[in-house]
């Protein structure tokens, strides 16, 4: 798995914005051209609603959605079956991140999950995310809205059903609470101890999670100045990052920092300066970055570009 080769829909949480996915997928598979341009990687936001007593597609404020979690999931295997055969380049070719905003929606999801990954065909391509840890911005009298160790146990606990032979495709991400009501702070940092805490709780699972694999997904306005802290995430192998940031375009500068420091070894030549790679770990769910990637490509194949020759055939 190449992160880097995985292009995001965020917040896919309405029937007109699935239907948008699955058309361009559907393009996909039928324009060769077009495989190497399309949403592979979908993360949409899942909560409960009152109203309909179920869980339905919605991020907070939002109480209710005309998207149910039922239909999405049958939409992506739709969308996985019509992947399975064609050749994309990315692999696992789609990747479905599923967002809980509560824990009752989490748990009323449960019997649902569990048959969307019997009948799912991709490794490691499943997220099940939660904010687990209070986050930079989050008061201490209110914490996080999931008990972390209830819901690992739960994650886990759906891992082993059908004598776990589902395990292996999913992804346990795991973050920390924030907040979306304002902009304020928004490069406030993750502190040793928020890091520290998430380690702790993930401690009696290292086993299990050496089979399914860890992302944590963190605001891309922050890892830069939380740097020291979040790089200790990277110390297991099987840890990984996922960077979020929608509301506006990062400047190039602070995508040059995130690239080079979390990616850019794998285009060099030699470790980096710590004697440690960090490279093909990080998806990057951030406006902006592809663009920011290709005009990366671009220059990296200009400075080369120099130093090639040719040769005539006579």
Known sequence: MNPLDYRWGHAINSRALLRRVHQEVQRATTQPI?????????????????????????HPPATTGDLTLAAFLQTMLDVANMLQHVPVS?????????????????EASLDLL???????????????????????????????????????????????????QHRHKLVLSVGWTTVHSQD????????????????????????????CGV????????VRRSWPAVRQLLEHPRYGLTLWWA????????????????????????????????????????????????????RFAASIAPHCTSTTLQ
């Open 34 to 58: 077009a495989l190497h341009d399309f949403v592979n990687a979908i993360e949409a936001d899942i909560i409960w609603s009152e109203a309909e007593q179920r869980p339905v597609m919605g």
């Open 90 to 106: 990315s692999d696992p070719p789609l990747i479905v991140k599923c967002d809980f905003k509560s824990p009752q929606a989490f």
């Open 114 to 164: 569990a048959a969307f990954l019997a009948a799912y065909p991709f490794t490691r391509s499943v997220f099940l995310n939660a904010d687990i840890v209070p986050g930079p911005e989050t008061p201490l009298v209110d914490g996080a809205a999931f008990d972390g160790a209830v819901f690992l146990q739960q994650v886990d606990g759906l891992g082993a059903r059908d004598g776990g």
């Open 184 to 211: 304020l702070d928004v490069d406030r940092g993750y502190s040793i101890d928020m890091v520290d805490a998430m380690l702790q709780l993930l401690q009696p699972y290292r086993d299990t999670t050496n089979k």
């Open 215 to 222: 992302t944590f997904p963190l605001r891309a306005t922050s």
């Open 247 to 298: 509301p506006t375009q990062l400047p190039d500068e602070e995508l040059e920092w995130l690239y080079t420091t979390l990616e850019r070894e794998r285009h060099v030549e030699g470790p980096p300066a710590d004697g440690k790679s960090y490279a093909g770990r990080t998806f990057y769910d951030i406006k902006g970055f592809r663009s920011f990637l290709a005009r990366q490509k671009g």
